[in-house]
């Protein structure tokens, strides 16, 4: 791959604030093209990385290289050619969403001839063409998140930073605004970096994710290579409820409990589950659902973490 494929490429990038290290020698190189997931919990150092990426933020020691260039020093020439939504994006609350959108498409560029056109089609995908004439005060935390999430793209850039983009989206937006992510990458080239707590946004999104912890990556890779990985051994069945003991006694050579009045878990990977059901049907149990408890990144950053708690935090 040539280094141009590479949007996105951070060296020993380290942020402190004082004497806290927010970001930690972080090694990040993200290609053209690519949905790359930022996972971690809270204070993990996702948002200082786009900061710093972004160039708002110079970096205390390392580097960092967007389109090849040092967003620092070029940095209105890398921001021209990325989007930002920010945790908490500052819009013109006093104005319409046509007027913010006219007003960002002004300040980044958009040219004249092309305003309304873009103006238009964003209103129409984030599903506000309705309120485009509507004080953006008057809006829920979701029409304005879908405003924010125009605004960041109305300029068509090449790299657009996500930072949570479906957090406080109810589902339907939440799921436009994921379908939206897929077209941008997939049909329209662009490249996405998706910081994230929800980690099945990141399974189904992301083509790659690094998972900060304390400002340092402690995995990285395909999802689907570290579900792999992270494998757990467990299958949920279903059965008819006075079959639960018989089916409890029949599968005593494995780790088995109940979990439910019709429910048991067993303690047995993908591959097992014909001999688990063989066994069953020759105990006569009823058996309604078979489910191996497919991994998920959720399963690999607990496994990683080690507690629950370290991602609700
Ligand atoms: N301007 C700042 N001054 C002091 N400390 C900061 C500043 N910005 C971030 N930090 C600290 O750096 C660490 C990383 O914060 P950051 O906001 O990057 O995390 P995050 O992963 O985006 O978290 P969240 O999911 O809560 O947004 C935190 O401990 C935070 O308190």
New binding site residues.
């Given amino acids: 791959m040539s280094s141009s494929e590479f949007v996105i490429k951070t060296r020993a990038l380290t942020r402190q604030?004082?004497g806290?290290v927010?970001v930690d020698h972080l090694d990040l190189t993200v290609k053209r093209g690519e949905v790359f997931g930022l996972l971690?919990?809270?204070?993990?150092?996702?948002?200082?990385?786009v900061r710093l990426l972004n160039g708002v933020l110079a970096a205390s020691s390392g580097s960092v290289r967007v389109f090849g260039l040092d967003p620092v020093e070029r940095g209105d020439v890398v921001r021209r050619r990325t989007g930002v939504l920010t945790?908490t994006p500052a819009l013109e609350e006093r104005l319409t969403p046509r007027e913010n959108l006219g007003i960002f498409a002004d300040l980044y560029g958009v040219p004249i001839g092309e305003v309304k056109r873009r103006v238009d089609a964003a209103l129409r995908t984030f599903d506000l063409a309705e309120v485009a004439a509507s004080r953006v005060s008057t809006f829920s935390k979701g029409m304005k998140q879908r405003l924010a999430i125009a605004r960041a793209t109305l300029h068509a850039p090449e790299v657009l930073y996500l930072d949570e983009p479906t957090s406080g989206l109810d589902p339907v937006s939440a799921k436009s605004v994921n379908d939206a992510i897929v077209r941008w990458s997939r049909d329209e080239g662009r490249t996405v970096l998706l910081?994230t707590?929800d980690l099945r946004d990141a399974e189904r999104l992301c083509d790659r994710v690094a998972v900060?912890s304390r400002?340092k990556v402690v995995l990285s890779g395909v999802p689907a290579e570290l579900s792999a990985r992270y494998e757990t051994r467990r299958v949920e069945i279903t059965v008819h409820p006075e079959d639960v003991q018989g089916a409890l006694r029949a599968l005593a050579r494995w780790n088995v409990e109940a979990t439910g009045a019709a429910n048991l878990a067993v303690e047995a990977g993908r591959v097992e589950v014909p001999a688990v059901l063989s066994v069953l049907l020759g105990a006569s149990v009823r058996v309604y659902e078979v489910h191996p408890h497919a991994p998920t990144l959720e399963d690999v950053y607990f496994a990683v973490h080690g507690v629950r708690e370290a991602v609700v935090a």
């Avoid at 971690?40 to 200082?48: E, F, L, M, Q, V």
């Fill in positions: 604030f004082g806290k927010a971690g919990h809270n204070g993990a150092g996702k948002t200082t990385t945790e910081c707590h900060l400002g």
